[in-house]
């Protein structure tokens, strides 16, 4: 009985093995770093263009939600982009601090998020508040 068994669990692993060979390929490649760059930029899109529109204390209109919503993303997928390739690439923290590197790593992406964010709200911010006060752009 037991050697039947482990046939049939044999024959499950193989066939899942199959069934996400393709997938590992694309998740590994040029493909699915473009994916998770797409899907990243969708959420935090979204994310942020609830969070000016609805954070804010005056009701902001849709087009400047999504003007500045667009400001923080592109902001920050440069950003995410250089500092990945930077902590990648050049830096060897873990030499240098060991675990606590990880820790380093970690609030310097986190004020350099905050820092796109603020930035692409502020740009915003003043863009709208310049338009709003132009006469010729009515």
Known sequence: MRAHHA???????RRHAD?????RHV??????TLA???VAAVLLWLAVGLLVRFADA?????RWVSFGSALVVVGWLITWSAYGFYVTNIADL???F???GVVIVLLTFLQLSATVLLT???LDSLVRDDVARDPQSK
């Open 98 to 100: 060991g675990a606590f």
């Open 94 to 96: 873990g030499s240098a």
């Open 58 to 62: 005056a009701p902001q209109p849709l």
């Open 7 to 13: 046939v049939l669990i044999d024959q499950i692993r």
């Open 36 to 38: 998770r760059y797409l």
């Open 19 to 23: 069934q996400t060979k393709g997938l």
């Open 27 to 32: 998740a590994g490649g040029i493909a699915g």
């Open 120 to 122: 692409g709200t502020l």
